[in-house]
């Protein structure tokens, strides 16, 4: 059984999971609220309302509602295996308990991505609405919008990782979700710090911040830089990865 076998089994496995619905939930919650919130201060005259409109709904988002769901769908994937010792009935047969793991991690990023889809949509859509609404003729900007959302889900593939060894790690859903949620809550605090290129959890809204910089504080570059926080966070996510591949199943092999 190769590899793109196993990704095809643990699509089936999550195919009647509450998965779909949930990556729905936080994109909708926090566009349309953050959109109608400053939809009221447009006018025709005010410019750069797409960018307002994206760091206002992305700041929360990235900071708390996308971590937020994500260590709900790491449990979720999780919890098919725990349910009936299907875990045990999947370490039984020829497959690399290694190569499973990855796969799942695979479904995992899989998710994350048509959230980030499903975000982008659903920006689309209700920017539109409100920049029509308020008369606005600014150019809807796809290369910047596309290229902050991809930004977002590159950020967040070590925060993910980090998650999905948590999740490994510990067994017990309550315990995995409430160490998850206890990492995720001072990200924005760490982000403030020169601890945050260490942190997984803070790089998406960390990302979003830099977004708000650059937003107020034109002429004067991007707050951003690549180096050092790119091989940092390659280390971050193959540890993570690495950790979360070794330990699967290591406890049923005994």
């Known amino acids: 059984m190769d590899f793109f076998d196993l ?55 990235a900071y708390y509602l996308l971590p937020f769901s994500m260590i709900v769908v790491c449990v979720m994937i999780a919890g098919r295996e725990t349910q009936h010792n299907g875990i045990l009935k999947m370490l039984a047969l020829p ?51 596309v290229k902050w959302c991809a930004g977002l889900f590159l950020t967040m593939l070590p925060c993910i990782a980090a998650m999905w060894a948590i999740t490994v790690l510990f067994e017990k859903a309550l315990l995995s979700v409430g160490l998850n949620l206890f990492l995720v809550i001072p990200g924005v605090l760490i982000a403030n710090t020169p601890l945050w290129i260490a942190y997984p959890y803070c790089y998406s809204g960390y990302l979003v911040s830099c977004s708000l910089h650059d937003f107020t504080a034109e002429g004067t570059g991007t707050a951003f830089s690549v180096f050092p926080f790119l091989p940092c966070a390659i280390v971050v996510f193959m540890l993570a990865l690495l950790l979360a591949v070794k330990r699967f199943g290591k406890k049923e092999m005994r």
């Open 7 to 61: 990704l095809k089994i643990e699509f089936k496995k999550v195919k009647r999971s509450k998965i779909v619905p949930l990556i729905f939930i936080a994109p909708l919650l926090v566009v349309i609220s953050g959109v109608a919130n400053l939809s009221r201060y447009f006018s025709p005259e005010y410019t750069n309302a797409w960018s307002a409109m994206f760091i206002q709904s992305a700041l929360v988002y």
């Open 95 to 145: 497959v690399s308990r290694y190569a499973l793991s990855l796969a799942k991690f695979g479904v995992l990023m899989f998710y994350l991505f048509m959230e980030m889809v499903v975000f982008l949509i659903v920006f689309l859509i209700t920017g539109i609405a409100a920049t029509h609404m308020a008369g606005i003729t600014d150019t809807l900007p796809v290369f910047y919008l």
